[in-house]
Nanobody, 125 residues
């Protein structure tokens, strides 16, 4: 079992910044990537970013490139998502997820086997 707990969501004005955190615990070995996804009301869940344990592999969704930065702290078993220049269209519930080694493509939900409960991010215009 792997437990993932997100924090750091909230309400921010357009152009502002937020930093999301994801604390991982449990059987985190065999983890290939830690990722962030988001889901806005009435829309499908969307890939945001992912990072390997070593940090040597980092991926971003097209809609957040240049604005969001994913990072990790292995000593704390934590992953972070720094979100800058936020836009109203970034409003969504953000989820942290774990991708198992060999489980498929980094951008597909089905490749991730454990998910956090989500944290709401609301960007006002």
């Amino acid at each position: 079992q792997v437990q993932l707990v997100e924090s750091g969501g909230g309400l921010v004005q357009a152009g502002g910044s937020l930093r999301l955190s994801c604390a991982a615990s449990g059987r985190t070995y065999n983890t290939d990537l830690m990722g962030w996804f988001r889901q806005a009301p009435g829309k499908e869940r969307e890939f945001v970013a992912a990072i390997s344990w070593s940090g040597s592999r980092i991926y971003y969704g097209d809609s957040v490139k240049g604005r969001f930065t994913i990072s990790r702290d292995n000593a704390k078993n934590a992953v972070y998502l720094q979100m800058n220049s936020l836009k109203p269209e970034d409003t969504a519930v953000y989820y942290c997820a774990r991708k198992l080694v060999g489980s498929g493509n980094y951008y597909q939900q089905a490749s991730y086997d454990y998910w956090g409960q989500g944290t709401q991010v609301t960007v006002s215009s």
